[in-house]
């Protein structure tokens, strides 16, 4: 117990650790940086033309894996009445069947899923995963396929192999930083909120290197080039929200659903006010939900 207390991580002043730390997590992030770009030449790829509408589910997971792919697809079946989105008169919100739906036979694999899934009622919102176990890897696998053809996501085992860059840093960040403030607190050393700011701008940090392990500099550059392209649909989304235009789920595969918050059509609201869940880049789960490939939102 005696090094626990007394070891040259526990026994540096404050200020001293406090640049230590900074310099650890710069130093490991663009380690960690430096590891998963080292080997990606897709920036010299020429750009594609972006289409007037691109495939909304495509855009979905390559910017944010399954749960990207979730949202679009609600929203895609909510805007053509499959689906709604009700309060329940105990509080809380259930998505389910919309009375009178159109037969459902005819949509695309992946929306027949999440809608047979959601059909009997499903309480919104639930856990980050609750709505995941509708979506597996065979759903996902064509979306996965033409992505990976373009260049713009490392084929999964790649991608694992290379996560292990984000080990040294993850390390620095949960265990270095946690472990000094646990010690000056069991000092009596309360002084310790430019810890916490530091630990919270790594977390940051390392978020946004873990949102990019999927995706490539190409995939990057797609990506900020649609949006790019797009925003100018935001200065008139009341309008394409009254319309019920086709672009809507476009626009919250490549912004997200808190776009929809605007929207007088009340399930589209629900769907934007309640949780906001990004999964991100995760490792692949067959079985358990599509594997999250998506980086962050714009």
């Given at each position: ?13 404050g200020?001293l ?23 990606d ?22 910017a944010?894996g ?20 009700e309060?329940?008169?105990?509080g809380?919100?259930r ?8 037969e ?7 929306e ?14 639930g856990?980050?995963?609750a ?31 290379e ?9 620095c960040l ?8 646990g ?11 430019f ?30 080039e ?52 990004r ?10 939900g ?9």
């Amino acid at each position: 117990m005696n090094w626990f207390f007394h070891n040259p991580v526990a026994d540096m002043p404050g200020p001293l650790f406090l640049c230590f730390y900074a310099l650890v997590l710069t130093g490991a992030y663009w380690l960690g940086r430096w590891r998963l770009w080292d080997r990606d030449k897709t920036d010299e790829l020429p750009s594609l033309r972006i289409p007037s509408v691109p495939d909304a589910y495509t855009t979905a997971y390559l910017a944010d894996g399954s749960a990207g792919l979730r949202d679009t697809v609600l929203t895609s079946l909510i805007l053509r009445e499959y689906l709604e989105v009700e309060s329940e008169l105990g509080g809380g919100l259930r998505i389910r069947a919309k009375v009178g739906h159109p037969e459902a036979r005819h949509l695309h694999p992946v929306e027949k899923r999440v809608f047979d899934f959601c059909a009997g009622g499903v309480a919104w919102p639930g856990s980050p995963r609750a709505l995941n176990p509708a979506l597996h890897a065979s759903d996902c696998a064509p979306l996965e396929a033409v992505l990976v053809q373009m260049q713009a996501l490392r084929p999964l085992e790649q991608s694992r192999r290379e996560a292990k860059a984000l080990l040294l840093p993850s390390w620095c960040l949960f265990w270095v930083g946690p472990y000094k403030m646990g010690v000056a607190l069991m000092k009596g050393h309360t002084n310790v909120v430019f810890l916490v700011l530091l630990c919270m701008v790594g977390s940051a940090a390392l978020k946004s290197l873990s949102n990019s392990w999927r995706r490539t500099r190409f995939g990057d550059r797609m990506l900020g080039e649609m949006r790019t392209t797009f925003r100018s649909f935001l200065n008139r989304l009341e309008v394409l929200l009254a319309e019920g235009s086709p672009l809507i789920p476009t626009l919250v595969a490549l912004y997200g659903r808190s776009i929809l918050r605007i929207s007088e059509h009340p399930s589209l609201r629900n769907l934007a006010f309640q949780g906001q869940f990004r999964s991100g880049f995760v490792s692949g789960e067959v079985g358990g939900g599509c594997g999250s490939v998506g980086g962050g939102g714009g």
